[in-house]
């Protein structure tokens, strides 16, 4: 495994940098004998002066020590390197291209998708990343059909996980391929993690209204939030914003980069997906008070923007919500409001 950062390991990157030593490096000689022999290189030589918190991580290999692996995994890579376009550390590009040549298998967790990119290892094919970067890797690397609804992408050779969480689930996936799936599921009930999770980090993406600099946009798509239970449609939204439906469409459209229709359908789905978090309403009303309609037309919306199902997600998201509301009150709030 590589750990691309010289100038000490940034503390929030720590979780992903742990999981494929949780994973690998534990030997478990009575699920598996011989187990994975991991080995640990790094970029450069940290000084835990400059690092996060005081904390450095010294590797007993260099990047000579990808000689000969099978696999190499990227955990992530410094932030700048994602954020501002910066370099990656020296070296790190030629030593991923020549593990690959030599026949290893390449995986990434999170950011270190960037680093396999930068190498030109995923051009032509289909990976992911963390949800807040996928913007940035499709920008950066147009060869790389970028999928920013999956926890992971297995491309047979060359495998790229979403953030945090996500990356244990590839890296369970890998000893599911590896060694079988009976180790894999036990290896998982020891980590009390579940072996295979259900959907993909589409359920994470936050569909809030996006950032706008255009003025005339903020107050009416802060009214339509108010009013997703109401039909609502394109000229109600133009007439609000003083526009001609066709400037409407082609302002929202720039500054949001979607549609005035696909931006309601986000809206409601995040509106229902606060509600399934924050409340025990029953779909149906959830359904209602979203705009979506029916509990079969939010389950088929639900399914198609989220990946999972109204239940699931409910399941594992109540009380992560800001508030817990009571039922009456939700089911009194339409009532309530006012033009």
Not at 234 to 253: E, H, K, N
Not at 275 to 291: A, F, M, N, W, Y
Request: contains cysteine; charged residues 20%; aromatic residues 6%.
């Amino acid at each position: 495994m590589v750990v691309a950062d010289e100038i000490g390991f940034p503390s929030w990157d720590l979780y992903e940098l742990s999981i494929p030593i949780t994973v690998f490096g534990k030997p478990q000689p009575d699920l598996c004998d011989p187990w994975y022999d991991l080995r640990l290189c790094s970029t450069g030589r940290p000084d835990p002066a400059d690092a996060d918190f005081g904390l450095a991580l010294r590797t007993p290999y260099g990047l000579e020590g990808l000689a000969g692996v099978g696999t190499v995994v990227v955990a992530s890579v410094p932030d700048a390197c994602v954020d501002e376009g910066a370099p990656l550390p020296a070296g790190l590009a030629e030593a991923l291209r020549a593990a690959h040549a030599r026949g290893a298998r390449m995986v990434s967790l999170c950011t270190g998708a960037f680093a396999l990119a930068e190498a030109g290892l995923l051009d032509g094919r289909r990976a992911t990343a963390h949800w807040m970067h996928t913007a940035q890797l499709a920008a950066r690397y147009p060869k790389v059909e970028v999928d920013d609804s999956v926890l992971y992408v297995d491309d047979g050779s060359v495998l790229t996980s979403a953030g945090m969480t996500a990356g244990l689930d590839l890296c369970l996936h890998l000893v599911r391929r590896d060694l079988g799936a009976h180790v894999a599921n036990q290896l998982a009930r020891r980590m009390v993690v579940p072996a295979h999770r259900t959907g993909g980090q589409a359920q994470f993406i936050d569909l809030a209204v996006p950032e706008t600099d255009d003025a005339g946009l903020g107050p009416v798509l802060e009214w339509a939030r108010g009013r997703l239970d109401r039909p609502l449609t394109v000229d109600d939204l133009a007439r609000r914003a003083a526009m001609s439906p066709r400037t409407f469409y082609r302002r929202l459209q720039a500054a949001t980069g979607t549609t005035p229709l696909q931006w309601l359908l986000n809206q409601r789905v995040a509106r229902a997906q606060s509600l399934l978090e924050s409340t025990d309403l029953p779909v149906e009303k959830v359904g209602e008070l979203s705009g979506l309609g029916t509990a079969n037309n939010l389950r088929h919306h639900f399914l198609k923007q989220v990946g999972v199902a109204p239940g699931d997600y409910r399941r594992s998201f109540f009380g992560s919500g800001p508030v817990r509301e009571s039922s009456a009150a939700r089911m009194s709030e339409g009532s309530a409001r006012t033009e």
